[in-house]
């Protein structure tokens, strides 16, 4: 079985650029969170969307914004970016709720903002 | 509020010694998840265990095994004779409030540890 899956694995970018990183879910998992993992800041929880909609979003400003396609992969995008927006971002899928279950995560888009 | 509190920054032992990294967490519900994650080098969280408020009894799987005290809100985690490939971070996160499914995660800052040949 296929693990989740993300895209790009790297990305470079410029301040004040928009990026745009892809996420695809285990197979029969309808959940997706996205969660930033900065230095010195560890893992932060970004969103989590499950069948389509935006269920709880971490403390992060509006320009972290993501949507859930009907076939469940996901986009984060980051608009207006900066220094501190470098990051690796992680994916992750559950299955549906509301029995809960671990997550399990992808391996990551190392962003760079320059 | 939430929080979870890995006190052990880095950690080096020798192959073979047994080594404990430490979780406390915080959290004013009654039912909550408690998670292990392992993060190699190559950056992928990888599982390890989860554990419910309601279940205290203590894991072994193979070499790990997990230590779970409601009393002093820890949940520590165990490696018996540790090997080069444990090298890695290690996470300790808490959820809350799972019956409403809000499912994201709180994750301690992590301890690496280095196993030395």
């Known amino acids: 079985e296929a693990g989740v899956t993300q895209s790009p694995t790297h990305l470079i970018k410029t301040r004040g650029q928009q990026a745009t990183l892809r996420c695809s879910p285990i197979?029969?998992?309808?959940?997706v969170y996205w969660y930033q993992q900065a230095l010195g800041l560890g893992l932060q929880f970004l969103l989590w969307y499950d069948e389509g909609e935006e269920r709880n979003r971490g403390n992060f400003p509006p320009r972290f914004s993501g949507r859930q396609f009907p076939n469940y992969s996901s986009e984060l995008n980051v608009n207006a970016l900066e220094l501190e927006d470098s990051a690796l971002y992680l994916c992750a899928s559950s299955p549906p709720i509301p029995t809960y279950n671990e997550q399990f995560f992808g391996p990551g888009t190392r962003l760079t903002v320059l | 509020a939430q929080k979870v509190t890995q006190a052990q920054t880095e950690i080096s032992v020798v192959e073979k010694e047994d080594v404990t990294l430490d979780c406390v967490y915080e959290t004013r519900d009654t039912t909550y998840y408690l998670f292990w994650y392992k993060q190699p080098p190559s950056g992928e969280l990888v599982f390890l265990i989860r554990r419910n408020s309601f279940d205290e009894q203590n894991e072994i799987s193979g070499r790990y095994s997990w230590n779970f005290q409601k009393s002093t809100s820890s949940f520590n985690f165990t490696i018996t004779a540790s090997q080069v490939v444990d090298s890695a971070v290690y996470f300790c996160a808490l959820s809350e409030a799972p019956q409403t499914g809000a499912n994201n995660l709180f994750f301690g800052t992590g301890t690496r540890l280095t196993v030395i040949p």
């Open positions: 197979s029969g998992h309808t959940s």
